[in-house]
Structure formats: structure tokens, C-alpha cells
């Protein structure tokens, strides 16, 4: 097998631990490039490519969360991560942890972790790998990392729902939810939400965005209900789709072209958050991207005009 047949092979592992510790598609992509360039560059073949390749992918990534810790702190407004629509990565093996760990709720948990305790975790955790390949992967010793996995694990843990709603149950709401957005009724909206259920935008200063969060079941529900017929008006049609392995949609304007992400996280019977991706620096990957300014400017015409 040539290195360029190997490479193929491990890519789609090599992005699934990029992208769970970047949080970012585009950053998960270079990290796999430079990861190819490196493993091009070895004069001899490793004893296990996967090992050597998935170390190698995990020292890229530490490096680049580590400038971009800095640059999130400089955000503006909410950080969310890069949407993810498919996961490359299958393994039926391990299936449940890596549906969980992609999810846009456990990955602004490991926000909350320093590098190398997120790098540690995503390997073990996620991905199952044994902890002399960690020590390798990380520069750390076998009994580092387990002290790292166990404040890992605390503060994910500390972060975590009590109760967490099954698939199919996930997505039969998200179902009633769009159903009552496309209706615009507040109170189908309203009974779906959990009391305490916020809505917010992540828009990084490059698109029309909520001014703060949005707070509470029966503000959420008026808001949204008020707004979707008028963007229904300028052309704005909207599809379920999978979002980072739950239950969301993908707007786009009346050329198809993207105009955000929704995500539902759903809770205890409860959409407990609603997040939506309008930065259009983290809609790219995913196809053309619309003028989300003109078309804020064609919703704000609309507004002023009776239904």
C-alpha cells in the first residue's frame, strides 16, 4: 500500500480528532493537510501509521487551539462551533461516544478544558485509544494523562444534563418544533421549550445577530414566531438536517445559497437551547453562502409592510 492509499484510509480519524478538538471544520482541514505533509516528509515508513499519524494530528491540533484560545477570547459575541452536517469517522464499535462527542453541547464543554486535558479526553474517551498511545500523542507520561483525563472528565461531567432525550425522541420534537415555526404558533412553539430555554446567535461580528441572548419560553417562542413568516416573505426556506449528530435545520436564501445553521439541543422532554450559525467564515465549508446583510436589509423593507 503506498503512503498516499495509507493516508486516505486514516483521514477520515485524522479529521474526526481534529475537528473534536478544534471545533472547527476549516482548522480540522488544514490540520490534516499538515499532518500529510509530514508523514510525506518521513524518510522511513512508522511501525503503525495509524499510531504515528494520529499522534501526529493530535501535536497539530494542541498547537493550533492554543492560538486560537486567544483568538476566541476576541470573539464577538457567542463562539459556537463549526457546524458539522456528516462525520467521516464510523465505527459501530464505539458509535455512542462519538455521536455524543460531536454534539454542539459537549463540544463547548471541552471549551472549558485546557488543551492537553481536551486532547486527552477526545483520544480516550472518544476514540478508545489506550493510554501509552495518549502519553505518545500528548508528550506526557501514562500517569499524567490519567490525572489530566480525571479533571477532564470532572468538568465534563460537572457541565452535563441530568437527562438527555434518545434519538428518535430528539428528533419527533425537532419534528413538532419546525412544524410550528413554519405556522408561526407561539403556543405550539411555547409548549415544546423548556422554561429556562435560550436562543442565541453566533454571528462574529460578520452577520446580523441578536443583540444578547434570548431567555426563557415564552420570550423564545413569540420571537421566533414573529420573525419566520416575515423571512418566509423574502424567500427563506429552511430543511431538517442532522446537526453535529442531533436534531437542527439549514436556511438558505431563494438561490439556496446558506443563510445559517440551527441546532435544537433537546433535553428532558424540553428544547432546553436553540443555536444558530450565521458567521459566514464557518458556513464555507458547507457550500456558497448568502449576503446575509441584504437580506437583513430586504427583512427590515418587509417588516414595514402589513402581512
Known amino acids: 500500500m503506498s503512503k498516499v492509499e495509507e493516508f486516505e484510509g486514516l483521514r477520515p480519524l485524522l479529521f474526526s480528532i481534529a475537528y473534536r478538538i478544534l471545533g472547527s471544520v476549516s482548522e480540522a482541514e488544514d490540520a ?24 501526529t494530528i493530535t501535536r497539530i491540533s494542541i498547537d493550533v487551539l492554543r492560538s486560537a484560545r486567544v483568538r476566541r477570547e476576541e470573539y464577538v459575541g457567542p463562539w ?16 455512542a461516544e462519538l455521536a455524543d462527542s460531536v454534539s454542539m453541547a ?3 464543554l ?6 492537553l486535558e481536551r486532547s486527552v479526553f477526545v483520544l480516550r474517551e472518544v476514540f478508545g485509544f489506550g493510554f501509552d498511545e495518549v502519553a505518545a500523542a500528548v508528550g506526557r507520561s501514562e500517569v499524567a494523562c490519567r490525572q489530566l483525563l480525571v479533571r477532564a ?10 437527562f438527555e432525550a434518545d434519538r428518535r425522541e430528539r428528533q419527533e420534537l425537532a419534528t413538532r418544533f419546525f412544524d410550528a415555526l413554519r405556522e408561526g404558533d407561539v403556543g405550539g412553539l411555547r409548549e415544546l421549550l423548556a422554561a429556562d430555554v435560550s436562543l442565541a446567535g453566533d454571528g462574529g461580528g ?8 434570548v431567555v426563557g419560553a415564552d420570550n423564545v417562542a413569540r420571537l421566533l414566531a414573529s420573525v419566520y413568516p416575515r423571512v418566509e416573505r423574502i424567500a427563506v ?43 459566514p467564515d464557518k458556513l464555507a465549508h458547507l457550500g456558497p453562502v ?16 402589513p402581512l
Not at 472528565?153 to 441530568?162: E, T
Not at 446583510?293 to 409592510?305: G, V
Open 153 to 162: 472528565r470532572r468538568h465534563m461531567r460537572d457541565g452535563r444534563p441530568r
Open 80 to 95: 459556537f462551533p463549526e457546524p458539522l452536517l456528516t462525520d467521516p469517522y464510523q465505527d459501530p464499535a464505539r458509535s
Open 32 to 55: 490534516v493537510q499538515e499532518a500529510w505533509l509530514r508523514f510525506d516528509g518521513t524518510a522511513t515508513r512508522p511501525a503503525s501509521t495509524k499510531a504515528f499519524l494520529s499522534a
Open 206 to 213: 460578520k452577520a446580523p445577530q441578536l443583540a444578547r441572548t
Open 290 to 305: 448568502a449576503d446575509v446583510w441584504a437580506l437583513d436589509r430586504e427583512l427590515r423593507r418587509a417588516r414595514r409592510q
Open 110 to 115: 471541552l471549551e472549558r478544558l485546557s488543551p
Open 106 to 108: 459537549a463540544l463547548l
Open 237 to 279: 426556506t429552511f430543511e431538517q438536517h442532522e446537526v453535529n449528530g442531533g436534531p437542527g435545520a439549514v436556511f438558505r436564501d431563494r438561490e439556496g445559497k446558506l443563510l445559517h445553521i440551527l441546532s435544537l439541543e433537546v433535553l428532558d422532554g424540553r428544547i432546553q437551547a436553540i443555536r444558530t450559525v450565521l458567521n
